[in-house]
């Protein structure tokens, strides 16, 4: 939006062409983001205390999480706004890529909301039930699929990149890049919520992936950068830094209120919400392994869960007696059970996640 | 400022970082609002790379 009223004033004073820097206007997202969250956390957490949308906490669940019972829930919103005005605000709107990340991000956080609000504010535990999500996410999800598939203008745009490999490009038929767009924002966006379990273990890393994904953005929507590096060009995906860089000012900006002791929790509105947001993004940069890679955080806490859950039924058809790999799934209450402490969990799992995002760039290079 | 208390001294000497620590002795989040705070100076400082 302020890049088309500063292109206008750009006729009368030159100075105004600087914001077409994407570079700049990502910067400017980021605090404008970070500025939204500040300002409107506060209220939001006392709106929220207020109506008493209060977390409930899985009693099967460590007991030391027990005191986190009625803390604000729902915060996902906040972080919601801010990536949604800053980037209606500096992103250019005449880009399809910017609309497509807007419509997942928000559709996957309406799928959430009503998740939250059944549970919070109707006092249904279960809220949306498993059926019901899985519907409505693969509705956001194959929409965007299909309509990237459908608009695709050249090859580079559909074929799967394999990273540290130089020339193994895998041209996609319409039906792969379909099946693969939606497992991989579908799979993302439960990633990120089996994640968000403890204070602050979900946000770093998003913001951490976010950002390294403005880059990849950067250079694929750059036909200098893309040649010299050797990845594929695709034209207009430049654009989706400013979405990328919100992302961060937004997440960091929730953290504030989400570090240890929380006083909000973002919920599945935007825990659901985020992880789309970038599976989305990976999908139209062509980095789908890559953010298989740097959020390796994300997957191994989806695998703990899925491996607890396959052995202890197996064991329990084998022998009778179902039997655990982990002392509890997913994998931060492992180690909470082991001894850690809360907080030693979430920084290492974000040192962790900060380790796996350098290799993820290293991809750049490295081929 | 004449009036200041024992403790707002010490708070003063202390210097910016202790501060918060003492503010909020209970809460552990200050280390991780001035790791936000950090990151958001480096950006500025980033950003004067283009704005000049």
């Not at chain 1, 409930?56 to 009625?70: F, N």
């Not at chain 1, 915060?75 to 500096?90: D, E, H, N, P, Q």
């Not at chain 1, 695709?234 to 961060?248: K, R």
């Not at chain 1, 209450?333 to 001894?339: A, D, I, Q, S, T």
Request: glycine residues 10%.
């Amino acid at each position: 939006m302020l890049l088309e009223l500063a292109q206008w004033l750009a006729q009368d004073i030159r100075g105004f062409n600087v914001f077409n820097y994407i570079t700049l206007r990502a910067v400017l997202a980021t605090l404008t983001a970070l500025i939204i969250s500040f300002l409107v956390g506060p209220t939001l957490i006392r709106k929220l205390t207020h109506y008493k949308v209060g977390q409930s906490v899985r009693d099967d669940g460590p007991q030391t999480h027990l005191i986190k019972a009625g803390t604000p829930t729902m915060g996902g919103a906040l972080i919601l706004v801010a990536i949604a005005i800053s980037t209606l605000l500096w992103a250019d709107l005449s880009n399809r890529f910017v609309w497509v990340v807007l419509f997942t991000t928000l559709g996957f956080g309406i799928v959430g909301w009503v998740d939250d609000w059944r549970k919070v504010v109707h006092r249904n535990p279960k809220g949306l039930s498993a059926k019901e999500k899985y519907f409505w996410q693969s509705v956001v999800g194959l929409s965007v699929a299909i309509y990237l598939q459908q608009t695709a203008v050249l090859p580079a745009e559909t074929t799967l990149l394999i990273p540290f490999l130089k020339n193994l490009v895998i041209p996609l038929s319409a039906l792969a890049f379909i099946v693969l767009t939606y497992l991989v924002v579908v799979g993302s966006s439960n990633a990120v919520n089996l994640t968000d379990g403890l204070d602050g273990l979900a946000i770093m890393p998003t913001v951490m992936v976010a950002g390294a994904l403005a880059i990849f953005a950067y250079v694929t929507g750059h036909l200098y950068f893309s040649k010299y590096l050797g990845i594929p060009y695709v034209p207009g995906a430049g654009e989706l830094m400013v979405f990328c860089a919100a992302m961060v000012g937004a997440g960091l900006g929730f953290l504030w209120f989400n570090a240890y002791p929380a006083e909000v929790f973002m919920g599945d509105v935007g825990a659901l919400a985020l992880g789309a947001a970038l599976g989305i993004v990976a999908v139209i940069v062509r980095q789908e392994i890559v953010l298989f890679i740097m959020g390796g955080v994300f997957v191994m806490e989806t695998l703990s869960v899925a491996a607890q859950v396959t052995y202890f039924k197996y064991t329990k058809y084998k022998t009778g007696t179902g039997k655990r790999i982990f002392l509890m799934a997913p994998l931060h209450h492992h180690y909470e059970e082991k001894g850690w402490k809360e907080t030693q969990v979430v920084v290492r799992f974000w040192i962790i996640s900060m380790m796996l995002v350098l290799i993820g760039l290293a991809s750049l290079k490295i081929r | 400022m004449m009036n200041l208390g024992h403790q707002k001294c010490t708070e003063g000497a202390l210097g910016e970082a202790n501060m918060g620590f003492i503010h909020v002795m209970t809460t552990p989040n200050a280390p991780i609002r001035f790791w936000i705070i950090s990151m958001m100076l480096v950006l500025i400082g980033l950003a004067s790379l283009k704005i000049r």
